[in-house]
T-cell receptor
Framework: GEDVEQSLFLSVREGDSSVINCTYTDSSSTYLYWYKQEPGAGLQLLTY?????DMKQDQRLTVLLNKKDKHLSLRIADTQTGDSAIYFC?????????FGAGTTVTVRA | EPEVTQTPSHQVTQMGQEVILRCVPISNHLYFYWYRQILGQKVEFLVSFYNNEISEKSEIFDDQFSVERPDGSNFTLKIRSTKLEDSAMYFC??????????FGPGTRLLVL
């Protein structure tokens, strides 16, 4: 079955870059996703990458995919206080998503 | 920008009661999903729905649960005889042909 693993916590200083890492097991995943969840709120789709891509950049967000190692990362440049949230990595298998446990990112001044 | 909506945002119910959670997927989407997130835990897949029938369901989605698309816009999750452990945030999602799932804001269900 699908299994997605993430580190649980990340603390970063405002203005620095954040890097959140994720590993997954399903090599047939077509897309890999990053979702953001603020306290008490829903899941906001941040970005996604197609499995035949190595990198995708979208403004402050950079996604790197190492398909051989089944490793996905999300880099947030110039991290702001509004970036404090839980970030979920997810892979799709037969259209259903399997989520990691989420990385809680805390931005300190 | 089109979005998935869910009602109610919060629901409190007594153990043993039935609840219906409602979702309006994005209008031209064809695949619909329910997920749940127990407080502090992972988001878990419950069920997917396409062409008016369940296409896949997880072990969690037992006979206590059912889904329905009663009309052209709504997608509902019914939980019969709720238990304390059904307390969770329930998310609806939908996707079009592209495969990217867009989530609603969730319904927080509390069973007392």
């Amino acid at each position: 079955g699908e299994d997605v693993e993430q580190s649980l916590f990340l603390s970063v200083r405002e203005g620095d870059s954040s890097v959140i890492n994720c590993t997954y097991t399903d090599s047939s995943s077509t897309y890999l996703y990053w979702y953001k969840q603020e306290p008490g709120a829903g899941l906001q789709l941040l970005t996604y990458i197609f499995s035949n891509m190595d990198m995708k950049q979208d403004q402050r967000l950079t996604v790197l995919l190492n398909k051989k190692d089944k490793h996905l990362s999300l880099r947030i440049a110039d991290t702001q206080t509004g970036d404090s949230a839980i970030y979920f990595c997810a892979e799709n298998g037969d259209y259903k998503l399997s989520f990691g446990a989420g990385t809680t990112v805390t931005v300190r001044a | 920008e089109p979005e998935v909506t869910q009602t109610p945002s919060h629901q409190v119910t007594q153990m043993g009661q039935e609840v219906i959670l409602r979702c309006v997927p994005i209008s031209n989407h064809l695949y619909f999903y329910w997920y749940r997130q127990i407080l502090g835990q992972k988001v878990e897949f419950l069920v997917s729905f396409y062409n008016n029938e369940i296409s896949e369901k997880s072990e969690i989605f037992d006979d206590q649960f059912s889904v329905e698309r009663p009309d052209g816009s709504n997608f509902t999750l019914k939980i019969r005889s709720t238990k304390l452990e059904d307390s969770a945030m329930y998310f609806c999602a939908s996707t079009g042909s592209g495969g990217t799932q867009y989530f609603g804001p969730g319904t927080r269900l509390l069973v007392l």
